[in-house]
């Protein structure tokens, strides 16, 4: 029979570890810290602590000039480590190469049960090799970069946070919270994590595969001067109709022959591509946002029928258009 004292023992916090350096993205490390500083279990207890490590230890500078304590690497109890993260920003690139601090990381990364990166600190795990034969994702900004410099790690640009086995990487900035939380549901469940969420008011939780950025904001980056602008708000007014190359031409005065040309050069998208995104980020929308019908939904963003719209849905999302309503609709 256990003791008395031994029932009321409190459960021991697990230890998470951010490895930062000189220039890390200050959110990338105040993100994922505030997620576990503030985790509680169903009981209202603690559940995680945080230690902030560098390779040298004392203060490091971060991107905004703010300098964060950290303690020296060599200094940690490596067996107490529960998960150890690797911080993001610019400087990471170089840090990916530098050697005491990846000396340590190949001495000690595989002891803790999990090991992740947030935004560029993938570019550090790729250099350990810990990504080989794995997906993986960091800022979509250099996505390319990584995959290019790493040919052995399956990059995936869209995802939020991709986790491979006990390795998990992050896309840039905010999406290191998403993977923290996500996390936390991990450890603690989905009660805890979505009483989290609440406490630190964020957005119903992304899941992994969401895209990193939206249609729009792709449609945007890439049609940088502005040109059809107009033409792009008339077609999500307009979605439910035949939307033809002829049709496009004819709304922005243009001939066919020409009007796809330009498009494609301006935007670096096929007309007829950019008009399948825009009627599936017009759909997602909808489910999230509205009480349509399924059906409702297809007919309005131009997918015909219910059936073309979840072929669509799974196809780019990998889940159907009810089992995105049932985790992000209103």
């Not at 603690?188 to 729009?216: C, I, M, T, W, Y």
């Not at 243009?254 to 040309?261: D, V």
Request: overall charge positive; charged content about 25%.
């Amino acid at each position: 029979m256990p003791s008395n004292s031994a029932k009321l023992r409190r459960p021991e916090l697990r230890h998470v570890v951010l490895i930062l350096f000189d220039g890390a993205k200050l959110i990338d490390v105040a993100g994922p810290m505030q997620v576990f500083n503030d985790a509680r279990d169903d009981e209202g207890r603690r559940a995680y602590r945080v230690t902030l490590a560098s390779a040298g230890g004392g203060p490091i500078v971060t991107d905004t000039g703010a300098a964060l304590a950290t303690e020296r690497l060599d200094d940690i109890a490596t067996a107490a480590i529960d998960t150890l993260l690797v911080a993001g920003g610019a400087t990471a690139l170089a840090m990916a190469r530098q050697i005491p601090l990846l000396a340590w990381l190949r001495a000690n990364a595989a002891i803790p049960r999990r090991l992740g990166s947030i935004c560029y600190g993938a570019f550090i795990l790729a250099e350990l090799g810990v990504l080989d034969g794995r997906q993986a994702t960091t800022h979509w900004a250099v996505c390319d970069y990584l995959a290019s410099e790493y040919p052995a790690v399956s990059v995936t640009a869209d995802a939020i946070y991709v986790v491979a086995d006990r390795i998990w990487t992050s896309a840039g900035v905010t999406a290191g919270i998403d993977m923290a939380v996500a996390m936390v549901q991990q450890d603690l469940g989905h009660r805890a994590a979505l009483a989290l969420a609440r406490d630190l008011v964020l957005f119903l939780k992304r899941p992994g595969g969401q895209s990193q950025f939206s249609v729009e904001l792709r449609r945007q980056t890439r049609d940088a001067q502005g040109r059809f602008d107009q033409l792009h708000d008339w077609i999500r007014a307009n979605l439910y109709r035949d939307l033809s190359v002829q049709v496009l031409a004819e709304q922005a005065a243009m001939s066919p022959r020409n009007f796809a040309r330009v498009y494609q050069r301006e935007t670096q998208q096929s007309p007829a591509r950019a008009i399948a995104q825009l009627r599936l980020e017009a759909a997602r929308r909808m489910l999230e946002e509205t009480s349509h019908s399924i059906q409702q939904i297809a007919r309005l963003a131009g997918f015909g029928d219910d059936e073309g719209l979840r072929r669509t849905f799974v196809k780019a999302h990998g889940v159907a258009p009810l089992d995105y309503r049932s985790r992000f609709g209103r």
